[in-house]
């Protein structure tokens, strides 16, 4: 990863960055830059990617670089998933809905799923074919996900679907929703199931809004309705009703990783960008880089950044490992969120009013960094889940 821009922290190449892995950033920054990046404004005004582009990504490897091979995936780890993440950031091409896909809706499938389900949905998501989603906030449940109403009852060998939920990505594109769902409420968390919709397959679901969001755009989030959708009682992930709860827990650190991945590599981007900057603007005869101010500025930042480099480097070689707990995972989520937002504000305050022109990526990463302190289960919650542990 010689060029990109976190080698704007002069670290030593981490031990999880394999050759493949590092292959594959550079394969995927190129196709960012080369095939999404000219398309980009395009998609940010239409508040929506193509599904030309998913399909692209799946030609290019993209799409499931972490399922096995045997169902259409490239046999690779989180490794593989974070040098793409990493790519679409660097790249900035933040609103590409891949993260989500690859390493939060796909690993249900293949952790969970059937030898049937995963001959099914994986290869058809390699491909981009099938676009990935999970629906679990609802308009009255978001951080409390044991209020989840969404109900899903038996029908002979079918489930009936009736609810709604909100601020779904990838809503408006997905084919492949998994659905929180009660099946026993009368049992709380306990009474949880997820259930697949195959959305070309039902009838009953309708998309509502588009939703009008400050930052990410070009992410699709959407609210969706499940009106008496019918869907195979085989679409239920897991041997069991009611082990949904058990399975979003245990999902929940690659998830919160995952957002890791976005924060550390958009705050290196974020100080790439602006170190360039200030080293070219000038005021009062000399370069911006020449005050003290922003020499100290950025001599804070880049130890920030270095030191949330390091704990997220940690933090991958944990999970592939088999070893990052959710506690360390909650950590690396919400300090590497924080963070983000504080490289991405200070750095624009040194381009001045030119910070603040949409022309400028900096101005977007502002706005697409603020998401990253509320989903995925808020700051808020990533603290309460610490103090538990205490
Ligand atoms: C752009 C975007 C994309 C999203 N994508 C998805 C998706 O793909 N799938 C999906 O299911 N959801 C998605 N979400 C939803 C997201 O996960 C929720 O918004 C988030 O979990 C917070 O829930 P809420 O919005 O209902 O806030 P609330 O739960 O109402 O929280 C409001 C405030 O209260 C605080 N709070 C709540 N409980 C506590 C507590 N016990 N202690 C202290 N403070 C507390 C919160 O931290 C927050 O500051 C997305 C959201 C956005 C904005």
Request: aromatic share 8%; with cysteine.
């Amino acid at each position: 990863m010689a060029t990109d821009p976190a080698s704007v922290l002069e670290l030593p190449k981490p031990r999880w960055v394999s050759d493949d892995v590092a292959m594959l950033y550079d394969m995927a920054a190129r196709f960012l830059t080369e095939e999404i990046a000219p398309k980009y404004e395009e998609f940010e005004k239409a508040e929506i990617f193509d599904r030309a582009s998913w399909r692209k990504a799946g030609e290019n490897g993209l799409l499931c670089a972490s399922m096995p091979e045997e169902y259409g995936g490239s046999g690779g780890t989180f490794a593989h998933e974070s040098a793409i993440i990493e790519a679409i950031s660097h790249v900035g091409v933040d609103g590409f809905g891949i993260a989500l896909h690859n390493s939060i809706v796909a690993p249900y499938i293949l952790h969970y799923g059937s030898e049937e389900q995963k001959k099914k949905w994986l290869p058809r998501m390699a491909s981009g074919e099938l676009i990935g989603a999970i629906a679990m906030t609802e308009p009255g449940a978001g951080s409390d996900l044991q209020g989840v109403k969404t109900r899903a009852e038996r029908d002979g060998n079918h489930y009936r679907i009736n609810g709604s939920k909100t601020f779904i990505t990838n809503g408006q594109l997905a084919n492949l929703i998994i659905v929180v769902t009660k099946t026993d409420p009368a049992r709380g968390a306990k009474g949880t199931s997820l259930i697949v919709v195959e959305t070309d397959e039902v009838t009953g679901f309708e998309r509502g809004r588009n939703l009008d969001k400050i930052g990410l755009k070009s992410n699709d989030t959407s609210e969706l309705f499940f009106n008496d959708v019918r869907v195979p009682t085989s679409n239920l992930l897991g041997h069991d009703e009611g082990q949904g709860f058990v399975q979003l827990m245990q999902q929940l650190p690659q998830e919160r990783l995952q957002i890791g991945t976005t924060a550390i590599a958009m705050a290196e981007r974020a100080l790439a960008l602006t170190i360039d900057y200030v080293k070219d603007r000038k005021a009062f005869g000399k370069a911006i880089i020449d005050f003290q101010n922003t020499q100290f500025t950025l001599a804070e930042l880049k130890t920030e950044t270095t030191v949330g480099r390091v704990f997220y480097n940690n933090c991958v070689e944990r999970h592939i490992n088999g070893g990052l707990d959710p506690v360390t995972a909650s950590m690396a989520k919400y300090w590497l969120s924080d963070l983000q937002g504080k490289v991405v504000d200070q750095c624009l305050q040194l381009f001045g009013g030119y910070g603040y022109m949409n022309e400028y990526p900096i101005a977007r990463m502002y706005r697409d960094a603020r998401v990253q302190r509320i989903y995925g289960g808020t700051n808020e919650i990533m603290k309460l889940l610490i103090g538990r542990s205490l």
